[in-house]
């Protein structure tokens, strides 16, 4: 038998993500980040969803990609979802879309993986109103992403790499406003594909990025 995700995480001590401190100071009771850590992070000045790849934010995301941990993942996909979706209802600002969309990985990273995050993410974002929709597809891998030195080199690599899928539900989506959710964004070449690639299909592409690299030059990792 297996028990429910949620429950499982629940059942859990409040723990940091990322240094594993009880999180008893933290006003999050689950899974969260603990008030040091908290205060590490830095909203991006360019993304209104987004914080800067470094520090604890970094931590935990190369703990939930590369070292496959599921439940990291959903511990952050939860915090992000309480930072941009709960805290932001009540700001004007609050930036709004009729559905949410993700950029795919390619299927044998995901095998590898055993979880896509930018999906996972993508779901946590999900409402009632603004529903989950699974309109990319990875047609390729590209291994050559990672030696990418420059911003036009890595535009050049990933150009048709993704393709629409489910027409229909990309017909009821024209001129409608979609979050296209990413986990981390470097040069913004993938997110820039991705988002051209659904504007082609008739939506208005939201770019949507959980972290952002600060220095373009800075050792790319996709
Ligand atoms: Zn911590």
Redesign the pocket.
Known sequence: MTWPADLVDALLPAR?L??G?SSSTSTNPRRS??A??DEQLEPSSTSPSAFLYVG?LATVIRRAKYGRDVAVARGLARWWHQRIVVDATASPAAVVADAVTFVPAHWTRRLRRGFDLPALLASSLALPSVPLVDLLVARRRDPRLAEAASKEERASIVAGRFELRAPETIAALAEKRVFVVDDVRTTGATLNEACRVLERGGVIPVPMPLAITPLVNAPLKE
Do not use: L, N
């Open positions: 940091c990322a240094c401190e980040f603990c040091t850590c604890p």
